[in-house]
């Protein structure tokens, strides 16, 4: 089983619809983050979640809505988008929130919001 | 806030040496990462360094010095599949971290 996995893997939407992106990942990890990746842009930190508790909110609009039912998934609800949405999502995770652990991340979300 | 800068594109040969900078400042220090990305897929884990100095990983090495704010990842004997974005991203804290915008390296036949 891959790591990471998001679902889906492309996604297109009207700015009035509501659409869930979904992440698990299979490596026993504790900590869970989603990110945004706009082109030559950086990644852009939006929300993370360690031992199922929301740690950062990284001043994200609140069309955007968090949700981490346990600590092996990770979902992101979306309603009401504008056009400047439209990015790739990623979903990342690592053993804690500290020590020198990586954050392993899956292959993303490809967003189209029109 | 946080500033971190690499180069936009680097383009190299087949077989050469590329050598990828990165600068950073940032509020805290706590290791800094490289990852590679393929168009279309997920970032993947290069390197880490939170010491001074070189950490050497096949054909993969990365250099840094923490009072310079500075950071390379090196790429020897370009393949291929090297083509990709280079990533690098600093931990300011016990989790957080902050990326550069990414260097696109294309490998020529």
């Known amino acids: 089983e891959t790591g990471v996995t998001q679902t889906p893997r492309h996604l297109v939407m009207g700015m009035t619809n509501k659409k869930s992106l979904k992440c698990e990942q299979h490596?026993?990890?504790?900590?869970m983050y989603w990110y945004k990746q706009s082109a030559k842009k950086p990644l852009e930190l939006m929300f993370v979640?360690?031992?199922?508790?929301?740690?950062e909110n990284n001043s994200v609009p609140s069309r955007f809505s968090p949700e981490c039912p346990n600590s092996s998934h990770l979902f992101l609800h979306l309603h009401t988008l504008q056009p400047e949405d439209s990015a790739l999502y990623l979903c990342?995770?690592?053993?804690?929130?500290?020590?020198?652990?990586?954050?392993?991340f899956g292959p993303g979300t490809r967003l189209l919001v029109l | 806030g946080q500033n971190i800068d690499q180069p936009t594109e680097m383009t190299a040969t087949e077989g050469a040496i590329v050598q990828i900078n990165c600068t950073y400042q940032t509020s805290g220090f706590n290791g800094l990462f490289w990852y590679q990305q393929h168009a279309g897929e997920a970032p993947t884990f290069l390197s880490y360094n939170v010491l001074d100095g070189l950490e050497e990983k096949g054909r993969f090495s990365s250099f840094l010095s923490r009072s310079k704010g500075y950071s390379y990842l090196l790429l020897k004997e370009l393949q291929m599949k090297d083509s990709a974005s280079y990533l690098c991203a600093v931990r300011d804290g016990d989790y957080k971290l902050s990326f550069g915008a990414g260097t696109t390296v294309t490998v020529r036949a």
């Open positions: 990342a995770s690592s053993q804690d929130r500290q020590g020198a652990e990586t954050q392993y």
């Open positions: 490596l026993g990890h504790n900590a």
């Open positions: 979640y360690s031992l199922e508790e929301r740690v």
